[in-house]
């Protein structure tokens, strides 16, 4: 299973990392179509969680639209998730692997498009470091 995710470690801190991160994935042509403070929310609802926990959902549009009207079941993958989290005081970000997700439906001519999609995510993720 260690193929179906991809994880760095930031040498910036948390919120520098964020910030950092949304303007990389914008260079690649991705748009964040969402936020969640996983911290925040769960302080909202009286529940104290210690650690930075950001959860971005991300979209390339153009490709989104490739592969939804190819099989719009796809969309159980989308948009696609980027989280940035501390770790026993580490920065990490990471995300699932377009190719495992959408390798799960088994619709071969998905294939390139998610390969595409995880090259460029990985590309902006490794912009950070």
Request: aromatic share 10%; net charge neutral.
């Amino acid at each position: 299973m260690e193929n179906t995710k991809y994880e760095v470690i930031s040498n910036k801190p948390f919120a520098e990392t964020v910030n950092g991160l949304i303007k990389s994935l914008e260079d690649y042509h991705f748009s964040v179509m969402w936020q969640l403070n996983f911290k925040d929310k769960l302080k909202e609802k009286g529940i104290y969680f210690d650690s930075h926990f950001m959860i971005l959902e991300v979209c390339n549009p153009q490709k989104a639209k490739e592969v939804l009207t190819r099989h719009v079941d796809a969309g159980y993958f989308l948009p696609c998730k980027v989280v940035v989290y501390e770790d026993k005081g580490t920065v990490k970000v990471g995300m699932m692997k377009p190719e495992f997700l959408l390798g799960m439906l088994g619709y071969a001519d998905l294939q390139n498009i998610a390969k595409e999609v995880q090259t460029s995510m990985i590309a902006a993720i490794d912009s950070l470091k």
